[in-house]
């Protein structure tokens, strides 16, 4: 039923979020759901949960949609005032965010076992069916299996044997666990193994009793090859931004005032300004307090709330019909377990009506083009985990997010994992334009389709960057053409704006 109801959408070119198909699915009639909600909602690009809501006959039946999956809560009741809701004629729809409410498990253990079942439900539908990996088995089914066979499977652990330096890796699916070799120098083993990613396996069972089945292939949910991204059908442009730090000493003042003279029109590039109807912030909105050690000498402004009120005075001097939607960072006060939920009402009041907080990360539309916001915290547990992988080059980084289809997908490392029954984290559906920040450094580049932008920050260089080599890129402004995906990098690092870095290759 659920490839029906995929194909029913596709046919009206209209993209289905995965909550939105889950409340579908839960229903007892999901075909006549899915035709009342085109019927009623002419126009309209993607169905979301709001959107289905309204028309479920009847309550879904207790247990989920069979398999297990209870239908996640509709994406707006998460929100609070203001947040996330779309206003009449601003362009705006929330389609995703990865917070969710959290789950009824007894203990930690259960909830992460939740988290993870969940997670390799939503990444093996990617890895299921593919032409190449043909013969799948369940891996309890490999001791009595011979030849070559294909495993969808969660990888637990890296280890490398002693004698040849051959990789074994420990992968499990819902039905067991089983240790596979990967043989040196070959060419799967030239990807580097994340723990806890999902992947394919082609796999060669070894005649001799005992011996480890053999890794041929391995796939892993990735992008497709080509895609078409959705395109603004006005003109419109979006300001990407991230790591403002507002109450930071190192807070880039006369370059904010720079950007804001530059969006009110009257400085460099006012055909762009003129454009902007939104402005996206990819978290660190604020410094925070208790961040890191002795931060309070880092601070102009002690006060966390305090921190957000000037952020309100900060965003009030952009002008008036710019709408911002931002989502926090590991600096925000909100939890830090990411997916990270969207800030407190009491700290919403303090912002303008014009600004959108959601949760971190979120998936929306702007003019009908697809958004995900991420703030990045995983930045700091991949790019130790892949060789030559650098925080001056983020969009690197961001291509292996999408070849995992998971924005952090180990546990234990520096990103901490909230343990919520729904893993938020899973990137899907796919955006048009995946933004990122948190490495305050700048990064623009197109990979099959999807613009990936990293955001730059309005923060000088810190003690703390200093001390770990990295020269953060402050004062990029990144103007996005919502027709062309043309991209103006302003650099307003040294007075008036100049023209921004490059973009990368690929
Ligand atoms: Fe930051």
């Known amino acids: 039923m659920r490839e ?53 006959s009847s309550p879904a039946p207790e247990g989920g949609n069979g398999n297990g999956e209870g239908p996640p809560a509709p994406a707006g009741d998460l929100l609070g005032p203001r947040a996330g809701r779309s206003g009449p004629g601003d362009g705006f729809q929330l389609l ?28 093996s539908r990617f890895l299921r069916g593919r032409p190449d990996l043909a013969d799948q ?32 890796l420990t992968v499990e699916d819902e039905s067991g666990t089983a240790r596979v070799l990967v043989p040196k120098d ?25 011996g480890l089945p053999l890794v041929r292939e391995v796939l892993r949910p990735d992008t497709p090859a080509t895609r078409e991204p959705h395109r603004s059908s006005r003109p419109s442009r979006v300001l990407f931004l991230s790591d403002t730090h507002i109450g930071s000493r ?34 660190d909105l604020v410094d925070g307090i208790g961040i890191y050690p002795r931060q309070e000498n880092d601070l102009a402004i002690p006060d966390v709330v305090e921190q957000y009120a000037e952020l309100g005075r900060r965003l009030r001097e952009m002008p008036s019909g710019v709408q ?16 990270q939920p969207p800030l407190s009402p009491e700290l919403l009041r303090l912002l303008p009506p014009s600004v959108r907080i959601l949760g971190n990360p979120s998936t929306f539309s702007l003019e009908g083009v697809v958004i995900e916001a991420y703030h990045g915290r995983s930045f700091d547990d991949l790019i130790p985990s892949l060789p030559g992988a650098r925080y001056e080059r983020p969009t690197e980084v961001m291509r292996r997010m999408l070849l995992m289809r998971h924005l952090s997908p180990s546990y234990g490392g520096k990103t901490p994992l909230a343990p919520l029954p729904h893993d938020g984290l899973v990137m899907d559906p796919l955006p048009d334009i995946f933004v990122t920040g948190h490495t305050h450094t700048y990064g623009v580049e197109r990979w099959r389709g999807i613009l990936l932008l990293n955001a730059s920050t309005w923060l000088a260089e810190t003690e703390y960057q200093r001390m770990r080599n990295v020269k953060p890129v402050p004062a990029r402004a990144a103007v996005v053409n919502l027709e062309s995906y043309a991209v103006d990098a302003l650099d307003f690092s040294g007075g008036p704006a100049e023209k921004g870095p490059p973009e990368a290759a690929g």
């Open 324 to 339: 911002v939607v931002a989502v926090p960072g590991n600096h925000d006060a909100v939890c830090p377990a990411e997916p």
């Open 250 to 283: 190192m807070f880039l003042e006369d370059a904010w005032g720079e950007l804001m003279d530059f969006l009110r029109g009257s400085s460099v590039r006012p055909d762009l300004a003129r454009e902007i109807r939104h402005v996206v912030i990819a978290g």
């Open 186 to 210: 070959s060419r799967p083993s030239k990807v580097p193994f994340l723990p806890d990613e999902a992947l394919g396996l082609r796999v060669h069972l070894p005649r001799e009793p005992g």
């Open 137 to 168: 088995v369940p891996v309890k089914e490999l001791p009595r299996a011979s030849g070559d066979v294909s495993l969808v499977v969660m990888l637990r652990d890296v280890e490398t044997s002693a004698k040849q330096h051959h990789l074994i």
């Open 96 to 123: 995703r965010q990865g917070y969710g409410e959290p789950g009824v498990s007894a203990t930690p253990l259960e909830a992460y076992t939740e988290l993870f079942r969940d997670r390799f439900r939503s990444l």
């Open 4 to 56: 029906q109801i995929l194909a029913f959408f596709q046919a009206q070119n209209l993209l289905v979020v995965p909550e939105a198909l889950d409340l579908i699915l839960a229903s007892p009639a999901p075909l006549e759901v899915s035709r009342t909600v085109v019927h009623a909602h002419k126009g309209i690009l993607f169905i979301t949960p709001d959107l289905v809501t309204p028309h479920l």
